[in-house]
C-alpha cells in the first residue's frame, strides 16, 4: 500500500459535469442547525479547494433577529467547530464578504418581496448574473408556503425564461409515507421543474459510496462475479451509538424505518444492484437505480413478519454512560410503538439477483457508529481446503467502509507459514487516508457543488422517491395491522434485538460483527 507521501497516479472520471457559475444560494432555515454545521462549513472547504465560482453569494433567511454581521459571527463559530479544514483568518475575512442574512417568516408574503430587494442589492453590487439555488432547510409543512412565495414573488424562474436558472434544493424527509410524498412532490412540481428539483440525501455524497460504482465498473474482477450465481447474501448496515436525544418529537414520528431505510439504506441497494449504466449521464444513472426499485419484492401482510424485524433500545449502557429506555426518553410517549431498530430481509427480483437476499439493518444506542455494505461471496466446494464440514472455511467477503475509516477490504483465504497445511483469513485493506493523504471531502461540499452545476446524477428523482416510498409504505401498513402494545427490546450498547438474529440465522447466516 502506497504512503501519503506516494506520488498517485491519478485519472480524472469521464464526468460531464457541467461548469459551476456565479449563484446566489438561499437558505431557509439559515439560522438553523444545518446552516451552521453543515452547509456554510462546506461552502468554505469548497473556496478553500478553489472549487468554488469567483462570484457567489449566501442569503440566510430564518425567523431569529440578526443583521448581517451577526450572522457571519454565528456561522464562523460553525465553520471552526465542524469544518473539515482549519479556519484561516485572512481567507474567512474574504469568505464572509459574500455572506448576508435577512429574517422572515416562510408563510409571510412580505417576507419574499423583502428577499428579492435582499437578491437584487446582493446580485447588483456582487455582479452577479441572477442565477439562484434555494436550499429549504425547513419542516416540509413550509413547503407549500416557500414555493408560493418564490413564485408569486418572481424569485423563482422557468428553465425556458432566459439564461439565469432557478433550482431549488429538498431536504429529507421527503414525506413520511407515498401519499405525503406525492403531495410534496406536487406541491414543488407547480412551480418548479423536476430538472430543476434536488432531493437532496448526504449519504450519496460521501466518498465510498460515490467509490462504489468505480469499483464495479472500473475493476474487470468484480463485474463477471456481481450476480446470483457467485454472490450468497449482501448486508448493509448504517449503526448509531446515540439515541435519540433532542430529536424526540421528529423521531416519535418516524422511527427507524422512514428515518433510515427509506432513503439511505434503499439508495446504498440501488447502488449495489443497479445494471451497468451505458454511461454517467444523470439520467441514464438515476434510470438504472429506479430499475432496482422496480424489482423490488412487495413485504406485505403477514410476510412483514417473516421479513421485517422492529423493536425499541431499553435501558442499558453504551460508551460508559447510562442511557434510559426510549419510552422514559423525554418527549417519547410513554405507550410508543415508534421502533428504533429495524432488520429488514429484501430482495431485487431480476435475472442479476435472483434468490440473493440483501439484509438490511439500523438502530439506535449501538455499540459501534458505522456504515458498511458487505458482499459474501458463495462457500467454495466442500473439497480440498475446505473438505471438512465440522470447520468450513470462512466465505470471501468484499466490504465497502462508508463511515468510519472510509475504505474497503477484501477477505481472502491464505495459508499460514510453516510446515503443516494450514489456512486463515486474512484482510486486503484500502483506507483512503492512507494512499491520498488528505481527508475526504464532506459529502455537503460534493452535493452542493453538483447543484450549482447542475449535476443531477447523486440526487433522487420524482419517481424513485415514489417507488420507494410505496414498498416502505405497505411494511408501514403491515404494521399497523399487527396492532403490537409493545415491541421486542434490546439493552442499549447492543447489537439489537435477539429476533434479528434469529431472523438471518433461521437462513443458515449471521450478522456481521462491525
Known sequence: M???TTPVDIKPLPETMARVEACTLVIFGGSGDLARRRLIPALYNLLLDGLLPDKFAVIGLGRKPMDDEAFRNL???????????????????AFERHLFY???????????????????????????????????????????????????SGL????????????????????????????????????????QIFRIDHY????????????????????????????????ITVSETEGVGTRASYYEEAGALRDMIQNHLLQLLCL?????????D?????????????CLRPIVGKDVAQYTVRAQYADGTAHGQSVPGYRREKGVRPDSVTETYVAVKAFVENWRWSGVPFYL??????????????????????????????????????????????????????????????????????????????????????????????????????????????WVTKILEGWSQQKLRWLPEYSAGTWGPVEAERMIQNDGRSWRIL
Not at 272 to 280: F, G, K, Q
Open 102 to 152: 435577512i429574517q422572515g417568516e416562510n408563510n409571510d408574503a412580505h417576507t419574499y418581496s423583502a428577499l428579492r430587494a435582499k437578491a437584487e442589492q446582493v446580485e447588483h453590487a456582487m455582479q452577479l448574473p441572477g442565477n439562484r439555488i434555494f436550499y429549504l432547510s425547513i419542516p416540509p409543512s413550509s413547503f407549500a408556503a416557500v414555493c408560493e412565495g418564490l413564485a408569486q
Open 272 to 280: 449495489v444492484a443497479m445494471e451497468p449504466p451505458y454511461s454517467l
Open 282 to 294: 444523470p439520467n441514464v444513472v438515476r434510470n438504472a437505480k429506479m430499475e432496482v426499485l422496480r
Open 361 to 470: 439493518r439500523t438502530g439506535k444506542t449501538l455499540p459501534k457508529r458505522a456504515s458498511e455494505i458487505a458482499v459474501q461471496f458463495k462457500d467454495i466446494p466442500q473439497i480440498l481446503f475446505n473438505a471438512d464440514p465440522a470447520h468450513p472455511q470462512p466465505a470471501n467477503v468484499l466490504t465497502l467502509r462508508i463511515q468510519p475509516d472510509e475504505g474497503l477490504s477484501l477477505r481472502i483465504i491464505s495459508r499460514v507459514p510453516g510446515t503443516r497445511a494450514q489456512t486463515h483469513p486474512v484482510e486486503m485493506d484500502f483506507q483512503y487516508s492512507d494512499v491520498f493523504g488528505c481527508p475526504s471531502p464532506e459529502a455537503y461540499e460534493r452535493l452542493l457543488l453538483d447543484v450549482m452545476a447542475g449535476d443531477a446524477s447523486r440526487f433522487m428523482r420524482r419517481d424513485a422517491v415514489e417507488a420507494s416510498w410505496d
Open 75 to 93: 456561522v464562523r463559530e460553525g465553520v471552526i467547530a465542524h469544518s473539515r479544514q482549519a479556519l484561516v483568518d485572512e481567507t474567512w475575512h
Open 2 to 4: 502506497p504512503s501519503p
Open 156 to 195: 423563482a424562474t422557468s428553465p425556458a425564461t432566459g439564461s439565469s436558472y432557478s433550482r431549488i434544493i429538498v431536504e429529507k424527509p421527503v414525506g413520511r409515507d407515498l401519499a405525503s410524498a406525492q403531495r410534496i412532490n406536487e406541491v414543488t412540481g407547480k412551480v418548479f421543474d423536476e430538472s
Open 204 to 235: 450519496l455524497g460521501k466518498e465510498t459510496v460515490q467509490n462504489l460504482m468505480v469499483v464495479r465498473f472500473a475493476n474487470s474482477i468484480f463485474e463477471p462475479v456481481w450476480n446470483h450465481k457467485y454472490i450468497d447474501h449482501v448486508q
